[in-house]
């Protein structure tokens, strides 16, 4: 188990460095009027410099990537009830995303800057959980139809 941990990881470093990548090209399409904005202004001052920012940023999304991979394993915990794997989920990329979230300042800094960005963040993770769910559900109807028609016909 804690080799397969870690090879996530590793495979999802690169995962979250790309989909940060990603991101920025999107928001700055989005909001930076023609010009690309690797990170937030409040982490360039920060860190001192452009470079620094998006140097740390690189990192933090990475290790973002290789925490929520690394987590993944859960899923895969046969003896856990779906309630138990999804709250143990979003608890263990919570504890990462939050403070990455801050440092990163992908968030205001203020109470309500960091209740807004939770929620928003829970949100999204039950709207991605629930169209995972619910096609995970349409698969195993599908199975199972598949196989009540095998053995109707005699095949199993």
Same mark, same amino acid.
């Given at each position: 188990m804690i080799k397969k941990i870690f090879l996530r990881a590793v495979s999802g470093f690169p995962l979250g460095l790309a989909i940060g990548y990603t991101i920025s090209i999107i928001t700055s399409l989005i909001w930076a009027? =023609?010009?690309y904005s690797p990170c937030m202004p409040e982490l360039v001052l920060m860190m001192g410099s452009e470079i620094n920012a998006v140097l740390l940023q690189a990192l933090l999304c990475g290790l973002l990537g290789a =925490?929520?991979?690394a987590g993944s394993v859960i899923w895969e915990v046969e003896t856990w009830g779906v309630a138990k794997q999804t709250g143990i989920y979003? #608890?263990?990329?919570?504890?990462?995303m939050m403070p990455i979230a801050y440092i990163t300042h992908w968030m205001e800094h203020s109470l309500k800057g960091i209740l807004s960005y939770f929620g928003i963040f829970t949100f999204l993770f039950a709207l991605v959980w629930l169209i995972l769910y619910t096609r995970a559900k349409h698969n195993i109807k599908k199975i199972n139809k598949? #196989?009540? +028609?095998? +053995?109707n016909s005699g095949i199993v």
């Open positions: 009027n =023609g010009y =925490g929520c991979a979003f #608890l263990i990329i919570s504890v990462i598949t #196989l009540q +028609r095998q +053995r």
